[in-house]
């Protein structure tokens, strides 16, 4: 009885943490990549303004630790680039491509084996001159691995108060039934649940 019990408790609640752990990281993921598309989109609109005042001359104090900038002739030349040391054909990014045809351009990808996912946004000024900004975040598969840890104590401990919970009603029921009067079963106070058994043995 006391297993039957025990796999019952411990069963529900796990599924109840990894499902809930499963919705929680997915939540987070979606407003954190929402936040960095919305923050992409507000330096960018400030880097438009003041590129077109002043060209690269304050971007390096503009620029963020948190975001690759990349700004690029109307022939994919790199005018300013946060990254000096990369070198990439920016004719093939695929935000810079979807600019170059409707003004703006988004793209995501993952890397780093699916653990970060890589946000895109660019932008074409009037003159032909693309701006681009990327970012990096952890992916949906990356969050879920970082919130492992918790997830395996949080079904430890499912383990520990399981058993505890098990052990205490398997011994409550134990005690109920061993308690019956067989001479007078059915003026034993105990659980609905044995009234036609004690009603039984009452014939």
């Not at 987070?28 to 005042?53: H, V, Y």
């Not at 045809?101 to 895109?120: A, F, L, P, W």
């Not at 970012?135 to 919130?147: C, F, P, V, Y």
């Amino acid at each position: 009885m006391r297993k039957k019990i025990f796999w019952s408790i411990f069963l529900i609640a796990a599924i109840f943490i990894i499902l809930c752990s499963a919705v929680f990281v997915i939540v987070i993921s979606l407003g954190s990549e929402k936040t960095a598309k919305t923050n992409i989109s507000e330096q960018i609109e400030r880097l438009s303004d003041n590129f077109e005042l002043t060209g690269t001359q304050n971007l390096i104090n503009i620029a963020s630790n948190n975001y690759k900038i990349v700004i690029v002739s109307s022939d994919n030349e790199a005018i300013y680039n946060s990254n000096p040391t990369e070198e990439t054909d920016y004719s093939k990014y695929e935000d810079i491509k979807q600019a170059r045809k409707n003004g703006e351009g988004e793209y995501m990808y993952s890397t780093d084996g699916g653990m970060q996912r890589v946000i895109c946004i660019s932008r074409m000024l009037p003159d032909g001159t693309v701006i681009h900004i990327s970012t990096n975040q952890l992916s949906i598969w990356g969050r879920l691995l970082k919130e492992l840890p918790i997830t395996v104590s949080a079904i430890v401990l499912d383990v520990v108060i399981s058993l505890a919970v098990s052990k205490f009603v398997a011994d409550s029921i134990c005690n109920k039934i061993n308690s019956i009067n067989l001479e007078t079963p059915l003026e034993n106070d105990g659980y609905d649940e044995l009234t036609p058994l004690l009603t039984r043995i009452e014939r």
